[in-house]
């Protein structure tokens, strides 16, 4: 079985950072893209940012430039830098991995931008 733990959420100002966190454990190999998708207040859930195993990554256009995706395959974990956030980041982060099986989700970690 698999298990996504989410950490790294929390409330900050404007213009400044957050670090988010996703470990996988059970039974799984760090060959998945992972990433997250986020859900913001009156928004529908979108893709954030994906990587793949061997690091191309994916981001949605409005974070290009702000968000570095990255993972630690010997760990099982993928990370988001978030830089420079902004009100409109403000949003439920859920991590995710896709197997050949299924996709899993973290819990999802809040995210709030205000000042």
């Known amino acids: 079985q698999v298990q996504l733990e989410e950490s790294g959420g929390g409330l900050v100002q404007p213009g400044g950072s957050l670090r988010l966190s996703c470990s996988a454990s059970?039974?799984?190999?760090?060959?998945?893209?992972m990433g997250w998708y986020r859900q913001a207040p009156g928004k529908q859930r979108e893709l954030a940012a994906g990587?793949?195993?061997?690091?191309?990554?994916n981001y949605v256009d409005s974070v290009k430039g702000r968000f570095t995706i990255s993972r630690d395959n010997a760990k099982n974990t993928v990370y988001l830098q978030m830089n420079s956030l902004k009100p409109e980041d403000t949003a439920v982060y859920y991590c995710?991995?896709?197997?050949?099986?299924?996709?899993?989700w973290g819990q999802g970690t809040q995210v709030t931008v205000s000042s």
């Open positions: 990587i793949t195993s061997d690091g191309r990554t």
């Open positions: 059970g039974n799984i190999f760090s060959i998945y893209p």
């Open positions: 995710y991995v896709r197997t050949s099986a299924e996709n899993y």
